[in-house]
Protein backbone atom coordinates (compact mmCIF):
# COMPACT_ATOMS: atom_id res chain seq x y z
CA UNK A 1 0.00 0.00 0.00
CA UNK A 2 0.86 3.33 -0.53
CA UNK A 3 0.69 6.13 2.45
CA UNK A 4 -2.65 8.32 3.13
CA UNK A 5 -1.59 11.33 0.52
CA UNK A 6 -4.16 13.32 3.21
CA UNK A 7 -2.01 12.27 6.60
CA UNK A 8 1.16 12.78 4.54
CA UNK A 9 0.84 15.83 3.98
CA UNK A 10 -0.30 16.83 7.65
CA UNK A 11 2.63 15.25 8.72
CA UNK A 12 4.80 17.81 6.67
CA UNK A 13 3.10 20.43 7.74
CA UNK A 14 3.37 19.62 11.36
CA UNK A 15 6.80 19.05 11.09
CA UNK A 16 7.63 22.41 9.61
CA UNK A 17 5.40 24.22 12.13
CA UNK A 18 7.92 22.54 14.78
CA UNK A 19 10.75 24.31 12.63
CA UNK A 20 9.17 27.59 13.36
CA UNK A 21 7.98 27.91 9.34
CA UNK A 22 4.07 29.36 9.33
CA UNK A 23 1.90 26.93 7.30
CA UNK A 24 -1.41 27.04 7.13
CA UNK A 25 -2.91 23.57 6.56
CA UNK A 26 -5.84 22.90 4.13
CA UNK A 27 -4.81 18.67 3.81
CA UNK A 28 -7.05 17.27 6.56
CA UNK A 29 -11.04 16.72 6.70
CA UNK A 30 -10.91 17.54 10.13
CA UNK A 31 -14.00 20.20 11.42
CA UNK A 32 -12.22 23.05 13.24
CA UNK A 33 -15.58 23.95 15.37
CA UNK A 34 -16.02 22.66 18.95
CA UNK A 35 -17.73 19.43 19.69
CA UNK A 36 -21.40 20.38 21.05
CA UNK A 37 -21.68 20.41 24.30
CA UNK A 38 -24.17 17.45 24.88
CA UNK A 39 -20.98 15.34 23.40
CA UNK A 40 -18.25 16.38 26.31
CA UNK A 41 -20.93 16.34 28.76
CA UNK A 42 -21.50 12.66 27.84
CA UNK A 43 -18.15 11.91 27.99
CA UNK A 44 -17.61 12.79 31.52
CA UNK A 45 -20.52 11.38 32.99
CA UNK A 46 -19.36 8.28 31.62
CA UNK A 47 -16.25 8.35 33.05
CA UNK A 48 -17.44 9.60 36.39
CA UNK A 49 -19.83 6.22 36.52
CA UNK A 50 -16.49 4.16 36.26
CA UNK A 51 -18.59 1.15 34.54
CA UNK A 52 -17.28 1.75 31.39
CA UNK A 53 -13.63 0.65 31.64
CA UNK A 54 -14.00 -3.20 30.52
CA UNK A 55 -13.43 -4.31 27.13
CA UNK A 56 -16.57 -3.91 25.45
CA UNK A 57 -18.39 -5.91 23.32
CA UNK A 58 -16.95 -6.32 19.84
CA UNK A 59 -20.12 -5.14 17.88
CA UNK A 60 -20.57 -2.41 19.77
CA UNK A 61 -23.11 -1.85 22.80
CA UNK A 62 -26.42 -3.12 22.39
CA UNK A 63 -27.98 0.08 24.01
CA UNK A 64 -25.38 2.28 21.49
CA UNK A 65 -25.66 -0.62 18.60
CA UNK A 66 -30.10 0.36 19.07
CA UNK A 67 -30.14 4.15 19.22
CA UNK A 68 -27.66 3.73 15.93
CA UNK A 69 -30.42 1.45 14.25
CA UNK A 70 -33.16 4.47 15.76
CA UNK A 71 -30.97 6.72 13.94
CA UNK A 72 -31.07 5.33 10.60
CA UNK A 73 -34.73 4.90 10.58
CA UNK A 74 -35.22 8.48 11.59
CA UNK A 75 -32.80 10.26 9.35
CA UNK A 76 -32.17 8.00 6.40
CA UNK A 77 -35.14 5.57 5.87
CA UNK A 78 -33.02 2.88 6.62
CA UNK A 79 -34.21 -0.35 8.59
CA UNK A 80 -31.26 -1.71 10.02
CA UNK A 81 -32.08 -4.26 13.11
CA UNK A 82 -29.92 -3.47 16.19
CA UNK A 83 -28.15 -7.06 15.01
CA UNK A 84 -27.19 -5.37 11.75
CA UNK A 85 -24.97 -2.93 13.33
CA UNK A 86 -21.67 -2.60 14.03
CA UNK A 87 -19.41 -0.10 15.86
CA UNK A 88 -15.80 0.31 15.10
CA UNK A 89 -12.76 2.88 15.52
CA UNK A 90 -13.58 5.55 13.36
CA UNK A 91 -15.42 4.80 9.91
CA UNK A 92 -11.98 4.13 7.91
CA UNK A 93 -12.12 1.07 10.36
CA UNK A 94 -15.84 0.28 9.35
CA UNK A 95 -15.04 0.24 5.48
CA UNK A 96 -11.90 -2.32 6.11
CA UNK A 97 -13.97 -4.60 7.68
CA UNK A 98 -15.87 -4.54 4.76
CA UNK A 99 -13.49 -4.70 2.34
CA UNK A 100 -11.26 -7.53 3.55
CA UNK A 101 -14.74 -9.38 4.23
CA UNK A 102 -16.30 -8.98 0.92
CA UNK A 103 -13.18 -9.25 -1.76
CA UNK A 104 -9.82 -10.60 -2.40
CA UNK A 105 -7.57 -11.88 -4.89
CA UNK A 106 -9.11 -12.13 -8.39
CA UNK A 107 -12.06 -9.93 -7.35
CA UNK A 108 -12.75 -6.35 -8.97
CA UNK A 109 -14.00 -3.37 -6.82
CA UNK A 110 -15.43 -0.55 -9.14
CA UNK A 111 -14.44 3.03 -7.41
CA UNK A 112 -16.22 5.53 -9.33
CA UNK A 113 -13.10 8.52 -9.17
CA UNK A 114 -12.74 10.89 -7.70
CA UNK A 115 -12.85 9.12 -4.33
CA UNK A 116 -11.29 9.32 -0.89
CA UNK A 117 -7.90 8.01 -1.36
CA UNK A 118 -8.05 4.93 1.15
CA UNK A 119 -10.48 3.16 -0.75
CA UNK A 120 -8.05 1.79 -3.77
CA UNK A 121 -5.21 0.72 -1.22
CA UNK A 122 -7.81 -0.77 1.15
CA UNK A 123 -8.57 -3.14 -1.73
CA UNK A 124 -5.57 -3.61 -3.13
CA UNK A 125 -4.32 -4.79 0.86
CA UNK A 126 -6.97 -7.84 -0.35
CA UNK A 127 -5.48 -8.41 -3.24
CA UNK A 128 -8.61 -7.40 -5.02
CA UNK A 129 -8.31 -4.75 -7.82
CA UNK A 130 -9.66 -1.42 -8.00
CA UNK A 131 -11.55 -0.63 -11.17
CA UNK A 132 -11.62 3.23 -11.30
CA UNK A 133 -13.98 5.15 -13.06
CA UNK A 134 -12.99 8.39 -14.22
CA UNK A 135 -15.27 12.06 -14.14
CA UNK A 136 -14.11 15.40 -15.25
CA UNK A 137 -14.80 18.71 -13.29
CA UNK A 138 -17.13 19.35 -16.05
CA UNK A 139 -19.37 16.12 -15.15
CA UNK A 140 -19.16 17.17 -11.46
CA UNK A 141 -16.86 14.62 -10.27
CA UNK A 142 -19.87 12.54 -10.95
CA UNK A 143 -18.82 9.48 -13.71
CA UNK A 144 -22.26 9.11 -16.02
CA UNK A 145 -23.85 5.55 -14.33
CA UNK A 146 -23.02 3.95 -17.62
CA UNK A 147 -20.09 4.82 -17.61
CA UNK A 148 -20.07 2.85 -14.27
CA UNK A 149 -22.21 0.09 -15.99
CA UNK A 150 -19.54 -0.54 -18.59
CA UNK A 151 -16.62 -1.17 -15.61
CA UNK A 152 -18.59 -3.97 -13.90
CA UNK A 153 -17.90 -7.47 -15.12
CA UNK A 154 -18.60 -10.73 -13.59
CA UNK A 155 -15.68 -10.46 -11.43
CA UNK A 156 -17.22 -7.35 -9.64
CA UNK A 157 -17.98 -8.09 -6.02
CA UNK A 158 -18.16 -4.71 -4.57
CA UNK A 159 -18.88 -0.81 -5.75
CA UNK A 160 -17.89 1.28 -3.36
CA UNK A 161 -18.65 5.61 -3.25
CA UNK A 162 -19.04 8.52 -0.76
CA UNK A 163 -22.13 10.66 -1.46
CA UNK A 164 -21.53 13.71 -0.25
CA UNK A 165 -18.29 13.04 -2.28
CA UNK A 166 -14.45 13.51 -0.43
CA UNK A 167 -12.74 15.29 -2.30
CA UNK A 168 -15.27 17.13 -4.27
CA UNK A 169 -18.19 17.59 -2.20
CA UNK A 170 -20.25 16.28 -5.08
CA UNK A 171 -23.73 15.52 -3.75
CA UNK A 172 -25.69 12.20 -5.93
CA UNK A 173 -29.23 12.86 -6.78
CA UNK A 174 -32.33 10.71 -5.98
CA UNK A 175 -32.49 9.98 -9.80
CA UNK A 176 -29.16 9.09 -9.93
CA UNK A 177 -28.97 6.80 -6.46
CA UNK A 178 -32.13 5.13 -8.51
CA UNK A 179 -30.48 4.87 -11.66
CA UNK A 180 -27.26 3.17 -10.14
CA UNK A 181 -29.39 0.91 -8.16
CA UNK A 182 -30.87 -0.16 -12.05
CA UNK A 183 -27.21 -1.17 -12.51
CA UNK A 184 -26.61 -2.76 -9.61
CA UNK A 185 -29.45 -5.03 -9.17
CA UNK A 186 -28.58 -6.35 -12.33
CA UNK A 187 -26.00 -9.08 -10.86
CA UNK A 188 -26.81 -10.78 -7.76
CA UNK A 189 -23.44 -11.31 -6.16
CA UNK A 190 -22.79 -6.98 -6.05
CA UNK A 191 -22.74 -5.15 -2.92
CA UNK A 192 -22.57 -1.46 -2.49
CA UNK A 193 -20.20 0.46 0.34
CA UNK A 194 -21.96 3.65 0.83
CA UNK A 195 -20.08 5.80 2.83
CA UNK A 196 -22.28 9.23 4.11
CA UNK A 197 -20.17 10.14 6.80
CA UNK A 198 -20.87 14.06 5.37
CA UNK A 199 -24.95 13.50 5.09
CA UNK A 200 -25.19 16.43 7.75
CA UNK A 201 -23.37 18.53 5.21
CA UNK A 202 -25.18 19.20 2.39
CA UNK A 203 -25.90 22.54 1.32
CA UNK A 204 -28.90 22.14 -1.66
CA UNK A 205 -31.17 19.44 -1.31
CA UNK A 206 -31.39 16.77 1.19
CA UNK A 207 -29.32 13.70 1.97
CA UNK A 208 -30.33 10.56 -0.03
CA UNK A 209 -29.41 6.97 1.23
CA UNK A 210 -29.06 4.14 -1.72
CA UNK A 211 -30.32 1.46 0.52
CA UNK A 212 -33.45 3.42 0.31
CA UNK A 213 -34.06 2.24 -3.47
CA UNK A 214 -36.44 -0.82 -3.49
CA UNK A 215 -34.51 -4.32 -3.18
CA UNK A 216 -31.21 -2.01 -2.62
CA UNK A 217 -30.72 -2.49 1.75
CA UNK A 218 -29.99 -6.20 1.22
CA UNK A 219 -27.17 -5.06 -1.12
CA UNK A 220 -26.01 -1.89 0.84
CA UNK A 221 -23.66 -1.62 3.52
CA UNK A 222 -23.98 1.85 4.74
CA UNK A 223 -21.06 3.66 6.47
CA UNK A 224 -21.00 6.75 8.74
CA UNK A 225 -19.46 7.66 12.21
CA UNK A 226 -19.46 11.06 14.55
CA UNK A 227 -16.19 12.62 13.41
CA UNK A 228 -17.24 14.90 10.95
CA UNK A 229 -20.90 16.70 11.82
CA UNK A 230 -19.70 16.26 15.73
CA UNK A 231 -16.35 17.65 15.08
CA UNK A 232 -15.16 14.47 17.04
CA UNK A 233 -12.35 13.08 14.93
CA UNK A 234 -9.90 12.07 17.92
CA UNK A 235 -12.89 9.71 19.64
CA UNK A 236 -12.42 7.66 16.72
CA UNK A 237 -16.18 6.09 16.20
CA UNK A 238 -17.68 5.13 12.45
CA UNK A 239 -20.45 2.55 11.95
CA UNK A 240 -22.20 0.59 9.66
CA UNK A 241 -25.57 -0.88 8.96
CA UNK A 242 -25.48 -3.96 6.85
CA UNK A 243 -26.76 -6.87 5.85
CA UNK A 244 -26.36 -10.11 8.68
CA UNK A 245 -24.02 -11.94 6.67
CA UNK A 246 -21.71 -8.70 6.14
CA UNK A 247 -21.96 -7.49 9.97
CA UNK A 248 -21.16 -11.60 11.02
CA UNK A 249 -18.05 -11.26 8.44
CA UNK A 250 -16.96 -7.80 9.85
CA UNK A 251 -17.32 -8.91 13.35
CA UNK A 252 -14.90 -11.97 12.57
CA UNK A 253 -12.43 -9.50 11.61
CA UNK A 254 -12.83 -6.89 13.96
CA UNK A 255 -12.88 -9.42 16.66
CA UNK A 256 -9.13 -10.52 15.14
CA UNK A 257 -7.92 -7.25 14.99
CA UNK A 258 -8.77 -4.74 17.47
CA UNK A 259 -12.20 -5.61 19.48
CA UNK A 260 -14.53 -3.82 20.54
CA UNK A 261 -14.36 0.05 19.95
CA UNK A 262 -13.33 2.35 22.97
CA UNK A 263 -16.09 2.77 25.79
CA UNK A 264 -15.97 5.90 26.61
CA UNK A 265 -16.55 6.99 22.97
CA UNK A 266 -19.34 4.85 22.43
CA UNK A 267 -21.42 6.33 25.24
CA UNK A 268 -20.54 9.74 23.50
CA UNK A 269 -21.44 8.28 20.03
CA UNK A 270 -25.04 7.27 21.37
CA UNK A 271 -26.18 11.21 22.61
CA UNK A 272 -24.76 12.02 19.04
CA UNK A 273 -26.87 9.30 17.27
CA UNK A 274 -30.03 10.30 19.22
CA UNK A 275 -29.70 14.38 19.43
CA UNK A 276 -32.23 15.71 17.02
CA UNK A 277 -29.75 16.93 13.82
CA UNK A 278 -31.50 20.40 13.79
CA UNK A 279 -29.27 21.06 16.75
CA UNK A 280 -26.13 20.89 14.41
CA UNK A 281 -27.41 22.31 11.72
CA UNK A 282 -25.37 25.63 12.13
CA UNK A 283 -22.54 23.46 10.83
CA UNK A 284 -23.96 22.85 7.58
CA UNK A 285 -24.57 27.00 7.08
CA UNK A 286 -20.97 27.52 8.61
CA UNK A 287 -19.47 25.69 5.76
CA UNK A 288 -21.80 27.01 2.91
CA UNK A 289 -20.60 30.55 3.73
CA UNK A 290 -16.96 28.77 4.00
CA UNK A 291 -17.05 27.62 0.51
CA UNK A 292 -18.54 30.58 -1.49
CA UNK A 293 -15.81 32.64 0.42
CA UNK A 294 -13.48 30.21 -1.11
CA UNK A 295 -14.62 30.03 -4.64
CA UNK A 296 -14.50 33.40 -4.44
CA UNK A 297 -11.14 33.45 -3.59
CA UNK A 298 -9.87 30.67 -6.17
CA UNK A 299 -12.01 32.65 -9.05
CA UNK A 300 -8.93 35.01 -8.87
CA UNK A 301 -5.92 32.34 -8.97
CA UNK A 302 -5.09 32.67 -12.42
CA UNK A 303 -6.01 29.55 -14.35
CA UNK A 304 -7.53 27.11 -11.59
CA UNK A 305 -11.34 26.00 -12.45
CA UNK A 306 -14.02 25.16 -9.87
CA UNK A 307 -16.89 23.41 -10.03
CA UNK A 308 -19.60 24.44 -7.13
CA UNK A 309 -19.54 22.02 -4.29
CA UNK A 310 -22.69 20.90 -2.98
CA UNK A 311 -21.41 18.96 0.27
CA UNK A 312 -19.37 18.20 2.63
CA UNK A 313 -16.01 20.98 2.92
CA UNK A 314 -13.73 20.38 -0.09
CA UNK A 315 -12.96 22.32 -3.29
CA UNK A 316 -11.18 20.55 -5.97
CA UNK A 317 -10.02 22.96 -8.73
CA UNK A 318 -8.73 21.80 -11.88
CA UNK A 319 -4.91 23.16 -11.80
CA UNK A 320 -3.69 21.56 -15.26
CA UNK A 321 -2.14 25.60 -15.90
CA UNK A 322 -0.36 25.50 -13.26
CA UNK A 323 1.87 22.33 -14.39
CA UNK A 324 4.64 23.94 -15.91
CA UNK A 325 8.28 23.92 -16.15
CA UNK A 326 9.66 21.44 -13.37
CA UNK A 327 5.80 21.27 -11.87
CA UNK A 328 4.63 18.30 -13.97
CA UNK A 329 2.35 17.12 -11.30
CA UNK A 330 -0.24 18.02 -8.77
CA UNK A 331 1.87 16.57 -5.89
CA UNK A 332 4.93 18.85 -7.57
CA UNK A 333 2.25 21.55 -7.41
CA UNK A 334 1.35 20.47 -3.51
CA UNK A 335 5.21 20.64 -2.36
CA UNK A 336 5.17 23.74 -3.97
CA UNK A 337 2.99 25.60 -2.42
CA UNK A 338 3.99 24.23 0.78
CA UNK A 339 7.23 25.08 0.48
CA UNK A 340 7.00 28.67 -1.11
CA UNK A 341 3.35 29.58 -0.20
CA UNK A 342 3.30 27.88 3.12
CA UNK A 343 0.26 26.16 1.94
CA UNK A 344 -0.71 22.95 2.74
CA UNK A 345 -3.15 21.16 0.59
CA UNK A 346 -3.71 17.64 -1.05
CA UNK A 347 -2.64 16.61 -4.35
CA UNK A 348 -5.33 14.82 -6.45
CA UNK A 349 -3.97 11.97 -8.31
CA UNK A 350 -4.42 9.88 -4.97
CA UNK A 351 -7.86 10.84 -5.00
CA UNK A 352 -7.84 9.55 -9.06
CA UNK A 353 -8.10 13.23 -10.09
CA UNK A 354 -5.08 13.96 -12.29
CA UNK A 355 -4.31 17.58 -12.59
CA UNK A 356 -6.43 18.26 -9.25
CA UNK A 357 -5.56 19.26 -5.57
CA UNK A 358 -7.59 19.17 -2.70
CA UNK A 359 -8.57 22.19 -0.58
CA UNK A 360 -10.44 21.59 3.03
CA UNK A 361 -12.22 24.85 3.78
CA UNK A 362 -12.83 23.08 7.94
CA UNK A 363 -11.28 26.15 9.26
CA UNK A 364 -11.38 29.78 9.47
CA UNK A 365 -12.42 32.44 7.26
CA UNK A 366 -8.98 34.54 8.09
CA UNK A 367 -7.16 31.31 7.37
CA UNK A 368 -8.69 30.80 4.15
CA UNK A 369 -8.64 33.67 3.19
CA UNK A 370 -5.00 34.11 3.89
CA UNK A 371 -4.16 30.93 2.55
CA UNK A 372 -5.85 31.68 -0.95
CA UNK A 373 -3.66 34.88 -1.35
CA UNK A 374 -0.75 33.26 -0.18
CA UNK A 375 -1.41 30.66 -2.96
CA UNK A 376 -2.63 33.17 -5.65
CA UNK A 377 0.72 34.74 -5.95
CA UNK A 378 2.09 31.14 -5.79
CA UNK A 379 0.53 30.25 -8.55
CA UNK A 380 1.19 33.76 -10.49
CA UNK A 381 5.34 33.74 -9.80
CA UNK A 382 4.98 30.33 -11.70
CA UNK A 383 4.15 31.79 -14.58
CA UNK A 384 7.32 34.07 -14.73
CA UNK A 385 10.05 31.64 -14.31
Request: hydrophobic residues 40%; glycine residues 8%.
Amino acid sequence: MTESATLLMAQRSREMRAAGKDVIDLSLGEPDQDPPAFAIEAAQKAISENKWNKYPPVMGYPDVRAAISEKFKRDNGLDYAPDQVMVSTGAKQSIMNVVVSLVGPGDEVVIPAPFWVSYAEQVRFTGATPVLVPSTLEEDYKPPISRIAAAITPRTRLLMFSSPCNPSGSVLTMAELEELATVVLKWPDLYVISDEIYEHIVFDGIHRSIGTVPGMLERTITVNGISKAFALTGWRIGYIGAPKGVIQAANKIQGQFTSGANGIAQRVAKVCVEADPALIKGLRKDFMRRRDLVLDGLAQVPGWRCNKPQGAFYVLPDVSKSLVGDIRTSSDLSMYLLEQAGVSLVEGDSFGAPNTVRISYATSDALLTEAIKRVAKAVAELAHK
